[in-house]
């Protein structure tokens, strides 16, 4: 704490003796960047030119500087692609703080992934399913117990863009009467919900 108030008078200190020699402490418009994995990100600030940011980038700064007592506001004109990013400590005015050091977070898009549940008979018609204790899994912990007559299953683990998965049958239901199967259980999380990894369910 002292050391931060410390540093807030010395810059202040400094910025007086510059005003009193004609001129203004100036503050580069930077921070850091946490989480971002995806190109597209663009950051704006109140007079400056739009700043597109690499992908992967854990920092940032804007070409220019601002003056002492020039205020600032730093906002995502444009998020990353397949995640959302936001700013924090973000908007002041140069010279409160002993640097300008904002923040852009960015977090992962997620989506769930379900599908249909049916019993499909030899002659390729289906009806609905009627079992019970039916387990699915996703990948290695995310499991599901479809219920009873259900009619579509949906796992509560959502995944992220651009990562795998693969559904399958953990538990045949009860009886024996039937044996379960999953279609297109294996792919990889694009920008939308998997609502047709299906279960196919036959009689014995």
């Known amino acids: 704490m002292k050391s931060s108030v410390l540093r807030h008078s010395l810059l202040l200190t400094l910025a007086l ?26 950051l704006s600030n ?17 070409p220019n500087t601002i ?7 730093v906002k995502v004109k444009t998020s990353a692609l397949h995640q959302d990013c936001t700013p924090d400590n973000n908007k002041d005015t140069a010279g409160r703080q002993a640097a300008i050091n904002v923040t852009i977070t960015c977090r992962d898009y997620t989506y ?3 599908g249909n549940v049916k019993i499909v008979g030899a002659d390729g018609g ?9 387990v699915l899994i996703n990948g290695s912990s995310d499991r599901i117990n479809v219920a009873k007559d259900a009619q579509t299953y949906k796992f509560g683990g959502a995944i992220a863009f651009g990562t795998s998965y693969g559904v399958s049958v953990l538990q ?11 279609d ?21």
């Not at 510059?18 to 663009?42: D, M, Q, R, W, Y």
Request: net charge negative; proline share 4%.
């Open 17 to 42: 003796g510059l005003a009193a020699c004609g001129g203004k402490a100036t503050f580069p418009v930077e921070g850091k960047i946490v989480n971002l994995k995806h190109s597209g990100l663009v």
């Open 46 to 62: 109140i007079g400056m030119n739009d700043l597109p940011v690499d992908a992967k980038a854990t920092s940032f700064r804007f």
């Open 67 to 73: 003056e002492y007592g020039v205020q600032y506001d």
């Open 112 to 114: 769930l992934i379900g």
């Open 126 to 134: 289906a009806k609905p399913y009627v079992g019970e204790n039916l």
């Open 172 to 182: 045949q239901p009860d009886g024996g009467k039937l044996v379960c199967s999953v």
């Open 184 to 204: 297109r259980g294996i792919g990889e999380m694009g920008d939308a919900e998997v609502t047709n990894v299906n279960v196919l369910c036959r009689e014995k």
